[in-house]
């Protein structure tokens, strides 16, 4: 089939005409941030990319998740202190904007971006976004004090079970085993002197391949190797890869096994 000699390609940001064509670099990165954490950019060929901090050293082309150990915390139990007994004693109660925790070895604004989740008990079932906190030991000894966007629906006190979860796009770093999230795929080298730049979340991209691929195969994140693509399963009926590992796209061109492969994913 004869191609058009008419046909044109737009890498035109959506929304924004084709005088953005060009202007959009993703391999760029800096060490102050140029973007808001998260900024979206999508361009006319349906690919999508995110603007993000980076946590640590990231080669090109291979997947990258927030340090979870770093900026979340899991499910906890009865360390929000009841607001009778917070230093201010507003904080926990409903409209307030303010919950005071016990949480240990935490830095001011290690938890900015993050959302708040109500998971039992009393006031169970919100999601809130952090806005930020101080560092442990204020307001009192093994404490820390949030604040949200938003106020409580619901008064919590020191029966209320949450869990920390969070920006998505805040410390990245190359995906392993213990960071399932995948926010996306880095774009370029980020060394230590440059901590912001560009991921892509959706579209057509080069990944670090795992395992022997075939054109059409679902890919997940791999078992094996930090910031690599496996075919589903593994390759074969691993049932435990098939329920633990994220799936994320499919196979377009096949690389070879520690090289990268032409993959579609869509994580945004």
């Given at each position: 089939?004869?191609l058009?000699?008419?046909?044109?390609?737009?890498?035109?940001?959506?929304g924004?005409?084709?005088?953005?064509?060009?202007?959009?670099?993703?391999?760029?990165?800096?060490?102050?941030?140029?973007?808001?954490?998260?900024?979206?950019?999508?361009?006319?060929?349906?690919?999508?990319?995110?603007y993000?901090?980076?946590?640590?050293?990231?080669?090109?082309?291979?997947?990258?998740?927030?340090?979870?150990?770093?900026?979340?915390?899991?499910?906890?139990?009865?360390?929000?202190?009841?607001?009778?007994?917070?230093?201010?004693?507003?904080?926990?109660?409903?409209?307030?904007r303010?919950?005071?925790?016990?949480?240990?070895s935490?830095?001011?604004?290690?938890?900015?971006?993050a959302?708040?989740?109500?998971?039992?008990d009393?006031?169970?079932?919100?999601?809130?976004?952090i806005?930020?906190n101080?560092?442990?030991?204020?307001?009192?000894?093994?404490?820390?004090?949030?604040?949200?966007l938003?106020?409580?629906?619901?008064?919590v006190?020191?029966?209320?079970?949450?869990?920390?979860?969070?920006?998505?796009?805040?410390?990245?770093e190359?995906?392993?085993?213990?960071?399932?999230?995948?926010?996306?795929?880095?774009?370029?080298?980020?060394?230590?002197?440059?901590?912001?730049?560009?991921i892509?979340?959706k579209?057509?991209?080069?990944?670090?391949q795992?395992?022997t691929?075939?054109?059409?195969c679902?890919?997940?994140?791999?078992?094996?190797?930090?910031?690599?693509?496996?075919?589903m399963?593994?390759?074969?009926?691993?049932?435990?890869?098939i329920?633990?590992?994220?799936?994320?796209?499919?196979?377009?061109?096949?690389?070879?096994?520690?090289?990268?492969?032409?993959?579609?994913?869509?994580?945004d």
């Amino acid at each position: 089939m004869a191609l058009s000699s008419l046909r044109r390609f737009s890498k035109g940001i959506v929304g924004m005409g084709g005088s953005t064509a060009g202007q959009f670099n993703k391999f760029e990165q800096s060490a102050n941030p140029r973007y808001h954490v998260g900024y979206k950019v999508e361009l006319a060929n349906g690919d999508v990319y995110r603007y993000v901090h980076f946590g640590a050293t990231v080669n090109r082309g291979v997947l990258v998740a927030g340090d979870i150990s770093e900026t979340s915390v899991a499910d906890t139990d009865n360390s929000i202190i009841a607001p009778a007994s917070a230093v201010t004693t507003t904080d926990g109660t409903l409209g307030s904007r303010f919950i005071q925790v016990t949480i240990a070895s935490v830095t001011a604004n290690q938890f900015a971006g993050a959302k708040f989740i109500t998971t039992d008990d009393v006031g169970e079932g919100y999601t809130y976004d952090i806005v930020g906190n101080t560092a442990t030991g204020t307001p009192a000894s093994g404490d820390i004090r949030i604040e949200l966007l938003q106020p409580l629906q619901v008064a919590v006190d020191n029966t209320t079970d949450f869990a920390i979860q969070a920006n998505r796009y805040h410390n990245v770093e190359i995906l392993t085993t213990t960071d399932e999230d995948p926010a996306g795929v880095s774009c370029a080298t980020i060394t230590a002197a440059d901590n912001y730049g560009w991921i892509q979340t959706k579209g057509i991209v080069g990944i670090l391949q795992d395992g022997t691929m075939t054109s059409g195969c679902p890919i997940q994140t791999s078992d094996g190797v930090s910031g690599a693509v496996q075919p589903m399963g593994g390759g074969g009926t691993d049932i435990a890869d098939i329920i633990t590992e994220v799936n994320i796209g499919y196979c377009l061109d096949p690389g070879d096994t520690t090289g990268h492969g032409v993959f579609f994913i869509n994580v945004d």
